[in-house]
């Protein structure tokens, strides 16, 4: 029982969700935390991720690549700046939408990071169990 007391959560969920904020024509505004977001929108935004990296890998591109690029970074950018109003958002470049989108998958990663750590810790302070003993002898 004492040894349950001093033992830290593996997990910590809390219900109030922490939205980091971005400066936009010198306004703050919030964007979107991943933990806010439904699993449709998590998986949705994993999806065209990897449609960008294709693409981003394939180039020179044709027109309509080019056209498809463009329609996933916006994509990504409302998910990610719904908080931000319509106005704002469509008044940002390609690049700028871009950038926002690699700040949000960094605050993403550095979450998934704590997670493990945490995990780690948890695992390296249980006492480790007897591993099994053989009891065949090697002979016949």
Not at 92 to 111: D, N, R, Y
């Amino acid at each position: 029982m004492a040894e349950e007391k001093k033992r830290e959560p593996v997990l910590d969920l809390d219900a109030l969700v922490e939205r980091r904020k971005i400066r936009i024509h010198g306004t703050l505004y919030e964007i979107a935390s991943a933990g806010e977001l439904s699993v449709i929108e998590t998986q949705r935004l994993a999806a065209w991720g990897r449609d960008h990296d294709a693409l981003v890998k394939a180039f020179p591109l044709v027109p309509e690549q080019e056209a498809e690029l463009a329609n996933l970074i916006d994509c990504m950018a409302n998910v990610i700046m719904a908080p931000v109003p319509a106005e704002i958002r469509a008044s940002l470049t390609q690049g700028q939408k871009m950038s926002v989108i690699e700040v949000f998958t960094a605050l993403l990663l550095q979450q998934k990071v704590a997670a493990a750590g945490a995990l780690r810790r948890q695992a390296a302070s249980e006492p480790k169990a007897n591993p099994p003993t053989s009891h065949k002898t090697g002979e016949n």
